[in-house]
């Protein structure tokens, strides 16, 4: 394998480019209204294919919709504008009904569905594990007794498939495979079990897994990071053209729709949960370009970077308010640094844009748009509220635990496992009963059922409910019952601050994400057919000359190629 040892000339070279000399990046965004970034010209493609490129950069945009891609494409000037100039999938799909962070970024460079990679959730229930808590987070080990779902030990254990960049690495031990995100479950369900390195951000840095140092690049954007933060940051320019949605939305008891931003020196947490979050990103990124090396010889590498702050913003804010506006243009501007670093370098990339969720608005928002039916949760759906009713309808109480585990939205429903089989079969039926009168319902599914559908491989808009609910569905991890909310009905019985829209329905503003590929001299091409986000992997392969056995995918390979030439025949 290659030298993972830092390279001190290119390091230095690495930090004047991502920080510039004075401060560190994330405190200076550039101006609303900047002009478009140099894109290099597109040269057509010969009748041969080109040579595969040294680098997959493979970037993922948390909880990016492609209603959000669609609203803000014609603002991009830097970045996205330089990917539209590739291959425009606008309708990717994330296939499957539970459409959260884990499973999506599950799929992104596996090539299957959650059903294959076993990420059916971020999070979901073990009633039987002989620890007090019993959920269990998707990228943690619960073996490790020091483990627990809010403070994990993160592992890749979960992930049932490998990577590309697990797959090449078994090919050829020297290429790298890289990745780097505010959330560490991106980071892990997109490298896999085969990692050179990994980073994601928690408390007032990036860490890594526990079993490994943080390398001086680490160090030093930590460092860099540290001292932004604590200096603090006035609110984030707001872009001319973000008047329209710069408005207030009342959603009980406060306000969301003109948050620009301002950093308090010190706010660690604020730092994380707002747009500054992905240009630190990059920083990160731009420094392991340089410290690995990557892309530097003709091994092909991986370098995964998923940009959090969308879903962030999204969950605090919802996505029809000045702040997602300010976000779609940090992120562009950061997406621009990270290509402008890469072409600096010279290096040879291929890139690929998707995400692993849309999002919901704000019901009290998506009111007041013409959604009438928007709504919150019914409380009588959480956890709490079935066990309850259940519970008074079969006179069935348990010792320990509550009785159901899960509910509260689109997904698992799992039982206690102190029930007798009768007593499982009795709450089992009470409980679909009970999910099928509920108006907010739209769909319940028993694992039986489930078990018994073949997945299918059309086009994805297509797919019925209970064939979108069975490929994010796993028999060792999912629930006993599975039920679905009707359209508009958001996770969450109230607003709070921090928390006001989300995603996780079986519904297109949640499954519906854009795809992009871009390599220069690539011939700008827009393919309006609805696609997978699996077909991503397959995709990528072809282009690194990276054959496996059928049956390795669930997804197809895209030809992104313009004209005669075929991306996919090699």
């Known amino acids: 394998m290659r030298s993972l040892r830092l390279r001190n000339a290119l390091s230095t070279l690495a930090a004047v480019l991502a920080l510039g000399a004075a401060a560190p990046a994330f405190a200076q965004e550039a101006a609303p209204g900047a002009a478009p970034g140099a894109v290099p010209a597109a040269v057509p493609a010969s009748a041969a294919n080109p040579a595969p490129p040294r680098l997959i950069v493979a970037i993922s945009v948390d909880q990016y919709s492609s ?339 899960g509910a509260g939205g689109s997904g698992d429903i799992w039982l206690n496992a102190g029930l007798t089989p009768k007593q499982r079969k009795r709450v089992i039926a009470e409980l679909v009963a009970q999910l099928k009168a509920n108006p907010q319902v739209s769909g319940v599914y028993t694992a039986d059922e489930l078990k018994a559908v073949k997945i299918p491989s059309g086009h994805p808009q297509d797919w019925t409910e209970i064939e979108r609910t069975a490929a994010s569905f796993d028999p060792e991890r999912s629930g006993e019952v599975l039920m679905m909310t009707r359209r508009a009905v958001v996770p969450g019985t109230k607003a709070v601050p921090g928390y006001t829209a989300t995603h996780g329905s079986p519904w297109d503003y949640d499954r519906r994400v854009p795809m992009l590929f871009w390599r220069k001299g690539q011939v700008r091409m827009e393919q309006a057919q609805p696609v997978e986000t699996v077909d991503i992997a397959p995709t990528l392969a072809a282009l690194v000359g990276l054959s496996e056995p059928a049956g390795t995918w669930d997804g197809r390979c895209l030809d992104i190629y313009a004209g005669e030439s075929d991306s996919c025949a090699r």
């Open 67 to 405: 209603d959000l891609f669609q609203q803000y494409r014609e603002r991009y000037t830097k970045g996205l504008a330089r990917l539209l100039q590739g291959t425009v999938f606008p309708s990717g799909f994330q296939s499957h009904a539970a459409t959260e962070t884990c499973p999506g970024h599950s799929t992104l460079l596996t090539g299957v569905h959650p059903n294959r990679t076993g990420i059916i959730a971020n999070n979901w229930f073990v009633p039987g594990i002989g620890r007090a808590d019993k959920q269990v987070y998707c990228s943690e080990d619960e073996t490790n007794p020091r483990s627990n779902s809010e403070d994990s030990v993160i592992s890749p254990a979960h992930l049932k498939a490998p990577t590309l960049g697990d797959l090449l690495k078994k090919k050829n031990p020297a290429s790298l495979n890289v990745a780097v995100s505010a959330k560490d479950r991106a980071v892990v369900m997109m490298s896999g079990h085969t990692a050179d390195a990994a980073y994601w951000f928690k408390g007032k840095g990036f860490i890594s897994f526990e079993d490994r140092k943080l390398s001086p690049a680490a160090i030093a954007q930590n460092q860099a990071l540290a001292a932004g933060v604590n200096a603090g940051a006035a609110a984030l320019p707001v872009p001319g053209w973000c008047g329209e949605v710069d408005r207030a939305t009342d959603v009980g008891g406060f306000t969301i729709g003109t948050y620009r931003f301002p950093l308090k020196g010190g706010d660690f947490k604020g730092f994380s949960n707002s747009p500054r979050m992905d240009v630190a990103t990059t920083e990160m990124a731009v420094r392991l370009l340089d410290e690995l090396p990557l892309g530097r010889d003709a091994v092909p590498d991986v370098l995964s970077v998923s940009y959090s702050a969308t879903d962030k913003v999204g969950h605090a804010y919802g996505n029809e308010g000045v702040e997602m506006c300010i976000q779609m243009n940090v992120l562009d501007q950061t997406i621009g640094t990270l290509l402008d670093a890469l072409d600096a370098r010279g290096i040879d990339y291929e890139v690929v844009l998707s995400a692993d969720h849309g999002g919901a608005d704000a019901p009290e928002r998506m009111r007041l748009q013409g959604v009438p039916d928007a709504a919150r949760l019914d409380p009588s759906l959480t956890d709490e509220g079935l066990s309850a009713s259940v519970g008074k309808a079969t006179g069935i109480t348990v010792k320990s635990g509550p009785l159901l585990y």
